[in-house]
């Protein structure tokens, strides 16, 4: 039995795991045991709008790993994150008997968005509003389950980079948040685990090439996340998702990024 902690927990998905379909589940399960422990889910899903795009004949365009997002593609992105996945993630939680609820950033005003001034199209970055309906939700024992789609004080809907949409929940919240990757944090160049980073240390590590790939762009979202936040984060692996029973009991799991 796990002891009730005061802090909301936030983990952010997306990528591999929204592929396979017992991976989600067996997520879903570790969290449905989580007695007495809030959680949200935020949630992207570059997998599938990669694919709804290319079915519909357009091109995917990236900027230093951001997705540039046209005005043209925006409906099909909107549903194929507010609509599809998000819906089959809330379809799996519901068939595990779990009380989810499927949402987007400007539901109940969470989360407001300004356009982005990196020359990415409609893509939103988010500012933490109103926590009034994750409030309710959460009080009644609901698993609020939010995808990245914001909007413009316009009323025009908006990409939002999942990292940053979570982080954006996390500041709602004052809570604690857990990035889940493909893999179980970041490794030295020894090629183990190393269980606290900072920005220099990583910043090192980059330069000697020991992180590389798309474990950089991972590493500087946590970054980014740990500094926003102004507190550490988790970095760990959907693939054994029973350690976020280790990360609600205070024990280290994976790489615990720290900020600047």
């Given at each position: 039995m796990c002891r009730?902690?005061?802090?909301?927990?936030?983990?952010?998905?997306?990528?591999?795991?929204?592929?396979?379909?017992?991976?989600?589940?067996?997520?879903?399960?570790?969290?449905?045991?989580?007695?007495?422990?809030?959680?949200?889910?935020?949630?992207g899903g570059g997998c599938v709008v990669d694919d709804m795009l290319s079915q519909a004949g357009f091109t995917t365009e990236k900027k230093h790993g951001l997705r540039?997002?046209?005005?043209?593609?925006?409906?099909?992105?909107?549903?194929?994150?507010?609509?599809?996945?998000?819906?089959?993630?809330?379809?799996?939680?519901?068939?595990?008997?779990?009380?989810?609820?499927?949402?987007?950033?400007?539901?109940g005003d969470m989360v407001s968005c300004k356009l982005s001034e990196k020359g990415l199209g409609m893509v939103g970055e988010p500012d933490a509003q109103n926590s009034k309906l994750l409030d309710t939700l959460l009080s009644a024992n609901f698993l609020p389950i939010i995808s990245s789609i914001g909007s413009l004080a316009s009323g025009e809907l908006v990409n939002?980079?999942?990292?940053?949409?979570?982080?954006?929940?996390?500041?709602?919240?004052?809570?604690?948040?857990?990035?889940?990757?493909d893999v179980?944090?970041?490794?030295?160049?020894?090629?183990?685990?190393?269980?606290?980073?900072?920005?220099?240390?990583?910043?090192?590590l980059i330069e000697q090439g020991?992180?590389?790939?798309?474990?950089?762009?991972?590493v500087n979202?946590?970054?980014?996340?740990?500094?926003?936040?102004?507190?550490?984060?988790?970095v760990a692996s959907w693939q054994s998702p029973e350690q976020i029973i280790n990360l609600i009991k205070g024990d280290?799991?994976?790489t615990r990024i720290q900020p600047h």
């Open positions: 009730k902690v005061r802090k909301p927990l936030v983990i952010k998905i997306g990528g591999a795991i929204l592929e396979k379909q017992d991976a989600l589940t067996d997520l879903l399960k570790i969290i449905a045991s989580l007695k007495g422990q809030a959680v949200v889910l935020v949630h540039v997002t046209p005005q043209a593609q925006m409906p099909l992105i909107a549903g194929a994150l507010a609509g599809s996945v998000n819906k089959a993630i809330v379809a799996t939680a519901v068939s595990l008997h779990m009380q989810a609820v499927g949402l987007s950033l400007l539901d939002v980079n999942a990292d940053d949409a979570a982080v954006a929940i996390c500041q709602l919240l004052n809570a604690e948040l857990l990035l889940l990757t179980n944090g970041v490794k030295d160049a020894r090629g183990e685990y190393i269980a606290s980073l900072s920005k220099t240390q990583a910043n090192t020991v992180i590389a790939g798309g474990m950089t762009a991972k979202a946590a970054l980014h996340a740990a500094s926003q936040l102004r507190r550490s984060i988790a280290a799991i994976g």
